[in-house]
């Protein structure tokens, strides 16, 4: 809000208000609620649903409906079985929305009766009596959730700095509610629910404790913003910090500075309640056990046409599969962006909503676990993804068992039947899988024949590239030819733009020797010369080894080994100032945003596909291999690159379907 203050004047927005009077497009029982903030004195917050089964949004939704606006600077939302409490700070208003009609339920106001000045957060903690933090207010405020009747307050007997005595979200354990007092304080407070009352509070190193979540196992975790510059004087020195706090105890347990932030400090808990996100310009994710700061973001903030960074607003994580959600308020005054994505990291979608997106709330139903949803009905591709994997041979990669703050991606000890179902059962919902260093690959099956279309697109691949970090995969397609169902006939490369260059070794054979001890790098060497390792990198994952329990070993003089074959693309990426470039080649490669990651309406509206063409397939002589149809993909790690920050270069999957017209 301080931000905002000083942009009075009403803001364009290319998202308007759907028309008062309309009815929405259906209920909101299986959605997502996102709350738009709106500027600061312009009355113009909105609210948007989002239906992650279809896809759809709707913007304006509470005006439709209810034949009024939302009011000025929507605050937060927060739902409880069926009610959706909204928060509008400047209004003065606590809204109660019904979240399957969108229709008012009830409403508290700011008055002489209450308390009530700008009200913040809203915590429900039974079903008659719900809290209410305030951003002035000496008090915590108490109503009857059920039917909105005012019902008390409790003191918090904080000093008001500089006209502020703010307090702000709410978290529980046992009989205890933690609340943050953000504007020009350092406190969290202690509230006995059982007595209404404060009864202890937590003193904090760093001003203004912005955000909280509690974990699993009991502990609170806080992030600062660590104070502003005003004319009045300093509130401390704008260095964010994260705690890790026992919420027994009451003792602060860890304390992590954070970089200065450029944009809205914030954290969220996963569905599990195991990994936290947390919001500074960019995304950082890590484990509640984890004793060091993750190097490098989760999710990088997207970027202008001038490279500046996006203003990521806010950041909220489905509770009932994991999804994350990010708010983008691109400038505070055109229409916000919501990006949402997979657990694993991949984009899923992007839509625009109202100015300045800062809070979601996710109904009971607003789930796509079940793989069907996952796959739209609309979407023709989710009835051609591959059958069956028939191979899952990575190469050595800090990311192919899973990030250390997600768990095992595969088990211990797995065997390869069990590893390519794991790959197989992440196809279906979209969800990461990674080939590891240069030579890793996998194999995929179609249950039919995919024929040739003689120079249009036949295969879609799904990855993660960015133009600052692409990762190519090598394709290679293979016919059934004698018929038994295996992918044991010859293997064709689809020809990308590198093929038959400099930049393209054919013939290419790398061998990785597998570690004697714990917590090793991994060597390798080449048949052209070349050696190297694959770095251990705890910081994004704590297994002892990088080498998978079923992937086979060869004997050799310097010990057990394991040789890949097929081709090599040049390694162009570079590392300067603690940041690795991966550019893309021109096209033709999985994983690399190159020309055939075209924006397909149809089928992807997150431009996270490649397209590919059989015509491309070249035989071992270079020539057209003119084939009519294929029945198997293999997807291989092309390069040999590797970076302080990053790791090794490994190819990234999320699936493989037929390009069907």
Known sequence: ????????????????????????????DDGVFVLCEGNFNAGNASLSYYNPATKNVENGVF?????????????????????????MENSGIIWGVDTETFKVKGQLTASAETKIINPRYVYKVSDTKAYVTDLYAHYINIFNPQTFQYSGSISVDEVANL????????VQYGKYVFVNCWSYSNKILVIDTEKDKVDGRIELSSWQPKSMKIDKKGKLWVVTDGGYESSEGSFGDNLPHLYRIDAQSRVVEKDWVLNTDEANVQIAMNN???????????????????????????????????????????????PHNGDVYVADAVDYRQSGVVYRYSSAGGLIDNFRVGITPNHFAFSDKASSTDIKEEEPEEDVLSSRLVSKIFEYMPAPGHQVNGYSVTGDFIRDGATMEEA????????????MVSLGAQGGYLVAGFDHDVKNSNGDYDIVIQGNPYSYQSEPGIVWVMKDENGDGLPNDTWYELAGSEYGTENETLDYEITYYKPATPQSDIRWKDNMGGEGVVPYMS????????????VPTEDSPEGPCHTYYGSRLKDTHTYENNYTDEPPFAWGYADNLGSDYFKNEKFDKSRAKGYYKISNAVTREGKPA??????????QTGQTGCSPNLGEISTEVYGIWEYVR
Not at 163 to 170: A, F, I, L, P, Q
Not at 421 to 430: E, P, Y
């Open 163 to 170: 006209g502020y005595c703010s307090t702000e979200e709410m």
């Open 272 to 318: 599990t309640s195991d990994t936290l996100y947390i919001l500074n310009n960019d995304i950082y994710r890590m484990g509640i056990d984890d004793t060091d700061m993750p190097m490098l973001p989760f999710i990088y903030a997207p970027l202008d046409d001038n490279g500046v960074r996006h203003k990521l607003y806010g950041i909220g994580v489905n």
């Open 626 to 635: 003119n084939l009519d149809y294929i029945n198997f993909v293999k997807v």
């Open 1 to 28: 809000m301080l931000l905002l203050a000083s942009m009075l004047i009403a803001a364009c927005s290319d998202i308007e208000d759907t028309p008062a009077g309309g009815t929405p497009m259906g209920s909101a």
């Open 539 to 550: 910081a994004w994952n704590k297994h002892d080894f990088y080498w998978q329990d079923w």
């Open 420 to 431: 390519c179902d794991s790959v197989m059962s992440h196809f279906k919902r979209r969800w």
């Open 63 to 87: 005006r439709r409906v209810n034949d009024r606006k939302l009011g000025d600077t929507g605050q937060s939302i927060t739902i409880y079985g069926t009610t959706a409490f909204i928060a």
